[in-house]
Nanobody
Framework: QVQLVESGGGSVQAGGSLRLSCAASGRTFSSYTMGWFRQAPGKEREFVATTIYTGVGTYEAYYADSVKGRFTISRGAPTNTVYLQMNSLKPEDTAVYYC???????????????????WGQGSQVTVSS
């Protein structure tokens, strides 16, 4: 059974940092796209960042414009883990953050929820001003 389990959420003041972790189990995800989405109350789930498999042990990262330069996504060792380092947090970053995993789909970068087969349960991030 495939499971994605997030950890590391919490509350922080604006300008602070948090690191989210996602541990995937139940199959090998080394060649999978793994990414992060978020959903704020009353809003649709939106793309945050993704890592695309580009070769043995190598990945390429993509970011939403709203987080570029502040957030960093990385794959761990083993590569069934993915992290999201969030710096310079803003109140508008407040949301439930979801980890997701899905098979590589050609030239697509994993920016759409329907590109993913597996989802975590979500982790709340709250940024106060």
């Amino acid at each position: 059974q495939v499971q994605l389990v997030e950890s590391g959420g919490g509350s922080v003041q604006a300008g602070g940092s948090l690191r989210l972790s996602c541990a995937a189990s139940g199959r090998t995800f080394s060649s999978y796209t793994m990414g992060w989405f978020r959903q704020a109350p009353g809003k649709e789930r939106e793309f945050v960042a993704t890592t695309i498999y580009t070769g043995v042990g190598t990945y390429e990262a993509y970011y939403a414009d709203s987080v570029k330069g502040r957030f960093t996504i990385s794959r761990g060792a083993p590569t069934n883990t993915v992290y999201l380092q969030m710096n310079s947090l803003k109140p508008e970053d407040t949301a439930v953050y979801y980890c997701a995993a899905g098979p590589s789909r050609g030239q697509r970068i994993g920016a759409q929820p329907n590109e993913y087969d597996y989802w975590g349960q979500g982790s709340q991030v709250t940024v106060s001003s």
